[in-house]
């Protein structure tokens, strides 16, 4: 619990010296006795010893009074307000050679998707501060997500990708890229990032990867590139290789970095590097949000010095 405000709980150092001159008031009221040591053996009935009850009703009901005057409130929860970090746009590769199963983990054969799902899903929840996209490409770009801060239901998109979903005959690098581009041209981020992850060439679509590279460095975008999968250079699969020389000059036009890619292994310690690389400092604010309870404290304040009202009507605030 706290308060909106909080000085006036000072007012709680009034109340003692409002119940002495309470107390002096009513013994000056009281009747005097020659002796009273007469009374000290009589019997203490019932109403003599609630009798100290209607002062402290008469406290209580004050207190309440002075801590609404407070306006106490209760979170409900925490939020987090996301200042200029890094925007991130994922470009994944869903050609057919995407399933070819060069990718091992614990003795089992993974698919370069299936190893790049499970690569890009640590690599999202190192970056909980940061927006990512996603946009995948074959034939023709396909806009996967818009940038988010929702990880979990970009990973959920995520597991749904397959490389029947698009006609994968063919790797439109260059239009993938420009669909990228766009999703960051209007980010004010103070880092743009595109993360490029394919296991072939450019030999579709209408831009070429040399153009949509240069249309990023005049975004300032960064274009990481990763050539996926395959023994060694040179690796053939399904009539595609690796084209090193174009994603390397990508990575140099843009000013990032370029990476290969041939086991599990490396490319964890790939996005790993990348995410190393693209680290920016950033101010997160965090704010709660409020229940004001006063109402609360106001009801028993009522009640408490209505109950010592209709205490003090009765026998008990007749007693000397």
Do not use: C
């Amino acid at each position: 619990m706290t308060f909106a405000h909080p000085y006036f709980l000072l007012l709680l150092l009034l109340i003692p010296p409002l119940l002495w001159l309470r107390l002096f008031m009513v013994r000056k009221q009281t009747l005097r006795f020659s002796d009273g040591a007469a009374l000290t053996n009589l019997p203490k009935t019932w109403r003599i010893r609630l009798q100290p009850l209607i002062p402290a009703l008469h406290t209580l009901g004050l207190i309440a009074l002075v801590v609404a005057l407070a306006r106490p409130q209760r979170g409900l929860d925490d939020s987090r307000v996301r200042t200029e970090a890094v925007d991130i746009i994922l470009l994944v590769d869903l050609s057919q050679s995407m399933d070819t199963r060069d990718f091992t983990k614990f003795n089992r054969r993974l698919s370069r998707l299936e190893a790049s799902k499970e690569v890009i899903t640590r690599f999202l929840e190192n970056r909980p501060s940061d927006r990512v996209g996603m946009v995948g490409f074959a034939t023709l770009p396909y806009a996967i997500a818009p940038l988010t801060l929702d990880h979990a239901w970009l990973a959920l998109r995520m597991e749904g990708l397959h490389t029947g979903m698009l006609d994968g005959s063919r790797t439109a690098m260059g239009d993938g890229m420009a669909s990228a581009v766009n999703r960051l041209r209007d980010s004010e981020a103070k880092s743009k990032v595109i993360i490029l992850l394919t296991d072939g060439a450019n030999n579709a679509g209408t831009l070429s990867p040399e153009n949509a590279a240069s249309a990023a460095e005049a975004m300032d975008i960064k274009i990481y590139t990763i050539g996926a999968g395959g023994a060694g250079r040179g690796f053939r699969a399904r009539g595609q290789e690796v084209d090193e020389d174009t994603l390397k000059k990508i990575a140099k036009t843009t000013g990032a970095k370029f990476y290969r890619a041939r086991d599990l292994e490396t490319l964890e310690a790939v996005y790993d590097e990348i995410d190393q690389l693209e680290k920016t400092e950033i101010e997160v604010e965090r704010y709660t949000r409020f229940e004001e309870i006063a109402n609360g404290w106001i009801i028993a304040g009522i009640l408490f010095l209505a109950l010592e009202q209709l205490l003090g009507l009765g026998k008990l605030g007749r007693l000397p």
